[in-house]
């Protein structure tokens, strides 16, 4: 066994806590960049053995989640702001899976969650859900339940990219979608 593989815990491409130095943040330097070889990086093996966009998919199937936030705000035109999201959660020890997510996706960030003790990443942007997270779930679409949930989540960002949200029945039709 190498060097570096006697780090390694039973978790793949997880270090010992006590190694682990880096904090999470979106700033933080990939566990997956070549500087750090002690971590194992499912993306170094062949691109022939891997099929990362569907894997992405099922790995959402299971720990993603789409949502949609409605906040009481005084400046909003009716009173309330609309914030849909995507975000995967996972233990902090298996977050290079998260990594090699906001790589694909490029957008997002990782951040802490303090309630469950995770790590998340999250796309919050209407953009980077309307040109990147929707269009990879139409082309690679969730096996579960959870489709049905992607296809409302679409249904409503597209709504409010055509700015339904800003009249009270579009706003009501989105309200009912949600819940």
Same mark, same amino acid.
């Given at each position: 066994?190498?060097? !570096? ?5 039973? %978790?793949?491409?997880? *270090? +010992?806590?006590? $190694? /682990? &130095?880096? =904090? ?9 960049? !070549? ?5 194992? %990086?499912?993306?170094? *093996? +062949?691109?022939? $053995? /891997? &099929?990362? =966009? ?17 906040n009481m705000k005084d400046k909003a035109l009716l009173g309330w702001e609309l914030r849909p999201s995507f975000s995967v959660s ?23 969650d303090y309630a469950d003790k995770t790590v998340k990443f999250e796309v919050r942007d209407h953009d980077d859900l309307m040109h ?48």
């Amino acid at each position: 066994m190498g060097r !570096a593989a006697s780090k390694l815990d039973n %978790t793949v491409g997880s *270090l +010992p806590a006590k $190694s /682990r &130095n880096d =904090p999470v943040t979106t700033e933080a330097k990939s566990r997956n960049s !070549a500087e750090n070889s002690a971590y194992y %990086t499912p993306t170094a *093996l +062949p691109k022939s $053995s /891997r &099929n990362i =966009p569907e894997y992405i998919s099922g790995y959402v199937d299971g720990e993603g989640c789409f949502t949609v936030t409605f906040n009481m705000k005084d400046k909003a035109l009716l009173g309330w702001e609309l914030r849909p999201s995507f975000s995967v959660s996972q233990n902090e020890d298996r977050r290079q899976v998260l990594d090699i997510i906001q790589k694909y996706f490029g957008c997002g960030y990782i951040r802490r969650d303090y309630a469950d003790k995770t790590v998340k990443f999250e796309v919050r942007d209407h953009d980077d859900l309307m040109h990147r997270i929707i269009p990879h779930f139409g082309r690679f679409p969730l096996l579960s339940f959870k489709q049905r949930d992607f296809e409302l989540f679409r249904m409503i960002c597209l709504k409010i990219n055509q700015d339904f949200h800003l009249t009270r029945n579009g706003f009501l039709e989105i309200l009912d979608l949600t819940y």
